[in-house]
C-alpha cells in the first residue's frame, strides 16, 4: 500500500466515527437502538477507562486498544477515533476554504502547558474529584457541544419544519418539546466551543497539544511508537511542503525533524511529498537521526517527571391547576437525585465526566445539566431536574447509554424498584391547605402509588409512604403551588430499594346458581 493512501483511508474512518457520535447527541427522535451506543463509544478513551475500573471487563477496555494502537502507529485515535478532534480538522478546514492561500507553519511545543493541564488532572483524580476530566476530556466537550449548542438549533428548525408542512397536511415530522435549560451551561459551553474553535480556526490541532490531556498522555505514549515518520535527508529537497499542511505545527524544517509526541497521523506530509522523503519506519531497526531523536526524547522524559510532580412543543403532563395564593415555606433540598443504575452520588460525581449523552438520549429531559447541585466540583454533570420533567417509570434508557460507568446497566425490573430519592409532604404549601380547593396532581402521577388521596376537611389530601417511593420526581413535577412546591423528592446520596405496593384482591360475591338476568 502506498502511503499517500493512508490520508484516505485517516479521512474514510473519522467520517464514519463522527457521523455516528454526532447522531447520538442529535438524535431527539430515538431512533438510534440504545444497545448500539455502547459499540459505537467503545473506542473513546476517557469514557472507556472509566468504565473499565468500575465493571472490570473486556467489554469495557477499548482504551487498552487505543493505547495498543498508539504504541504502534502514534496518535492514530486523535485523527481517527476523537469526534473533537475530527471537528478540529473540519473547522480548519473553513479556514482553509475561507483563505485558499492559507499554510501551517511550525508551533511551538508549549511543554509547561500541556504538563501543567496532565498534571492538574492526574492530581485531581488522585485526589477523588473529575472536575478537570469533565472541563477537559475531549469527548465530554463534544458532546456537551453538540448536545447543548447544536441539539436545540435543531429541534427548532425540527419544529418550524413540522408546523409549516403540517400546513400542507404532509407529516412526516412532528414538534419535539425543548425543555428548559440553563443559561450559564449554554455560556459554559459556548465559551469553551469558541476556544476550541479560535485555535483550530488559526492554528490547527494546538488545543490537542497544548490543552487537551488525553492529546499530551497519547503523545507521551507515541514517544515510544513502534512505527514513526521521518523525514529522509537524502531525498528532501527542503521544499516545506510538509510543514504547510502539518496541522499539528509539528515538522522542524531546518532540522528536518518530527515531533512524534505532537503529530496525530493525519498523513497530510505523505500526500504532498514530490521525492518521496516522507517515510514510515520500524523506530527499532533504523538508525535515522537516532542521535538527535535519544536527545529529544531525554529532554521530552525529563521535562514529563517535572511536570509530575421548545418553539413548540407537547406537554408531558396534564393541563395543570393554576394557584391562586402562593406559599410561604421554601423547599430545601439536602441532596439532590442521582440518576438510576449510578448507585450513589460518591461514585456518580467521581465517575461521570459531564458528556451528556445521556442529557440528549434521555425522553423527558429530566436529566440537565448541574452547576452546584452537587457542588462547585460536580459542575456540568446530570441530575435529576423534577421541575423541568420527570423519571418515566418504564424507561432505562440513561442506564444503557453511560459510556463512563457513571450509570451501570439496570434492567427494567430492578429500576423499578430503585428507590434514588424520598418523597416529602409540606402540607402548609399544598393548594387544598391553602385555598380549601381539590388537587390530586401529585397522586395521579405517581406510579408506585407511594402518594395517595385521603379524606381532609371535607377535601383530600396527599399521603406519602415513603417506602414505596422510588424518587421519579412524577409528583413533584405535576405539583402546581408557586413559588414552593407542596410535594418534593430528596435525594437519597446512596441509592436504596424501594417497597413493592402490596396488590389489593378485590373479593365479589358471585351467585353463579343464580338464573341469567337476560
Not at 14 to 24: E, K, P, Q, R, T
Not at 270 to 280: A, K, L, R
Not at 379 to 404: G, H, R, W
Not at 472 to 487: H, L, M, R, V, W
Amino acid at each position: 500500500m502506498k502511503l499517500s493512501q493512508l490520508r484516505g483511508i485517516r479521512i474514510f474512518i473519522s467520517l464514519l466515527f463522527f457521523l455516528s457520535i454526532s447522531l447520538l447527541f442529535l438524535d431527539f427522535y430515538n431512533l438510534v437502538p440504545s444497545y448500539t451506543i455502547n459499540y459505537v463509544l467503545y473506542l473513546q478513551f476517557i469514557p472507556s477507562l472509566f468504565k473499565f475500573i468500575n465493571i472490570i471487563s473486556i467489554s469495557a477496555a477499548g482504551f487498552l486498544f487505543i493505547l495498543l494502537s498508539t504504541f504502534l502507529f502514534g496518535r492514530v485515535y486523535c485523527s481517527t477515533v476523537c469526534p473533537l478532534g475530527i471537528l478540529q480538522d473540519f473547522i480548519s478546514r473553513l479556514s482553509k476554504i475561507i483563505n485558499k492561500k492559507k499554510q501551517y507553519l511550525k508551533i511551538k511545543d508549549y511543554n509547561w502547558i500541556k504538563y501543567s493541564f496532565l498534571a492538574f488532572t492526574v492530581i485531581s483524580l488522585i485526589m477523588g474529584s473529575v472536575v478537570f476530566i469533565t472541563l477537559l476530556d475531549p469527548f465530554s466537550n463534544f458532546g456537551r457541544i453538540f448536545s447543548n449548542l447544536f441539539n436545540p438549533i435543531l429541534i427548532l428548525i425540527n419544529n418550524f419544519t413540522a408546523v409549516t408542512l403540517e400546513k400542507f397536511n404532509i407529516y412526516l415530522l412532528y414538534p419535539v418539546e425543548l425543555k428548559n435549560f440553563s443559561i450559564i451551561t449554554i455560556i459554559i459551553t459556548l465559551l469553551i466551543f469558541l476556544l476550541i474553535f479560535f485555535l483550530s480556526f488559526n492554528k490547527g490541532r494546538l488545543f490537542c497539544n497544548t490543552v487537551c490531556p488525553v492529546g499530551t498522555f497519547l503523545g507521551l505514549v507515541s514517544i515510544f511508537s513502534l512505527y514513526k515518520i521521518f523525514i529522509d535527508e537524502e531525498k528532501c529537497n527542503s521544499c516545506n511542503l510538509c510543514t504547510k499542511v502539518c496541522k499539528s505545527g509539528c515538522i522542524d524544517k531546518i532540522n528536518k525533524e518530527i515531533d512524534f509526541s505532537r503529530c496525530v497521523a493525519c498523513y497530510n506530509c505523505f500526500n504532498v511529498c514530490p521525492t518521496g522523503g516522507m517515510i514510515y519506519k520500524n523506530s527499532l531497526l533504523t538508525s535515522l537521526n537516532e542521535d538527535k531523536f535519544d536527545s529529544k526524547r531525554r529532554e521530552l522524559i525529563s521535562k514529563t517527571f517535572i511536570y509530575f510532580i421548545g418553539l413548540t412543543g407537547i406537554s408531558f403532563a396534564q393541563a395543570k391547576i393554576i394557584p391562586k395564593k402562593e406559599n410561604n415555606i421554601p423547599v430545601i433540598k439536602k441532596y439532590n437525585s442521582s440518576p438510576p443504575g449510578s448507585k450513589n452520588i460518591e461514585h456518580f460525581t467521581n465517575t461521570c465526566t459531564g458528556c451528556h449523552l445521556c442529557v440528549s438520549s434521555c425522553p423527558t429531559q429530566v436529566l440537565q445539566p448541574s452547576l452546584f447541585e452537587y457542588g462547585i466540583l460536580g459542575i456540568l454533570q446530570p441530575y435529576m431536574d423534577y421541575k423541568t420533567a420527570f423519571c418515566n417509570f418504564e424507561c432505562t434508557i440513561c442506564t444503557e447509554v453511560c459510556p463512563s460507568g457513571a450509570i451501570l446497566p439496570l434492567s427494567l425490573e430492578n429500576k423499578k424498584l430503585t428507590q434514588i430519592g424520598k418523597v416529602k409532604f409540606i402540607k402548609e404549601n399544598c393548594i387544598v391547605e391553602i385555598e380549601n380547593t381539590e388537587c390530586g396532581a401529585c397522586s395521579e402521577h405517581c406510579p408506585t402509588k407511594a402518594v395517595k388521596m385521603i379524606p381532609y376537611k371535607n377535601l383530600h389530601l396527599p399521603e406519602v409512604k415513603e417506602e414505596y417511593c422510588i424518587g421519579c420526581g412524577a409528583c413533584e413535577f405535576a405539583c402546581p403551588t408557586k413559588p414552593y412546591k407542596s410535594i418534593y423528592v430528596e435525594g437519597n446520596p446512596i441509592h436504596l430499594t424501594a417497597k413493592k405496593l402490596p396488590v389489593e384482591k378485590l373479593e365479589e360475591k358471585i351467585d353463579y346458581k343464580e338464573e341469567f338476568p337476560f
